[in-house]
């Protein structure tokens, strides 16, 4: 069973900067893409990034030129850089997988998810 861990959340001020990793561990071999999700208090979980093992990437349109996402196979591990950081970035950031083919957004796609990671972005 994959088991996925997320890491490198914490306080930081606007315009600064995070880098999150997603650890997994367990049975890998059929899955393809990881993402990054996010949930802030009262809102639904959106899509932030996704990654192929190809390293075929997807973001949404309000992370575009300031997150990017990358992986390390040979560490089984995602990353996801965040520049620019905003207060409207403040959210629970989850990673997550999917098996299917096609880079997707669309958080009902995805199972394994990890536990999450707090992302404050405030001044």
């Known amino acids: 069973q994959l088991q996925l861990v997320e890491s490198g959340g914490g306080l930081v001020q606007p315009g600064g900067s995070l880098r999150l990793s997603c650890a997994a561990s367990?049975?890998?071999?059929?899955?393809?893409?990881i993402g990054w999700f996010r949930q802030a208090p009262g809102k639904e979980r959106e899509g932030v990034s996704c990654?192929?093992?190809?390293?075929?990437?997807k973001s949404a349109d309000s992370v575009k030129g300031r997150f990017t996402i990358s992986r390390d196979n040979a560490k089984n591990t995602v990353y996801l850089q965040m520049n620019s950081l905003k207060p409207e970035d403040t959210a629970v950031y989850y990673c997550?997988?999917?098996?299917?083919?096609?880079?997707?957004?669309?958080?009902?796609?995805?199972?394994?998810w990890g536990p999450g990671t707090q992302v404050t972005v405030s001044s």
């Open positions: 997550a997988a999917y098996a299917g083919l096609g880079l997707s957004l669309r958080p009902t796609d995805y199972g394994s």
């Open positions: 367990g049975f890998i071999r059929n899955y393809y893409q």
């Open positions: 990654i192929s093992r190809l390293g075929n990437t």
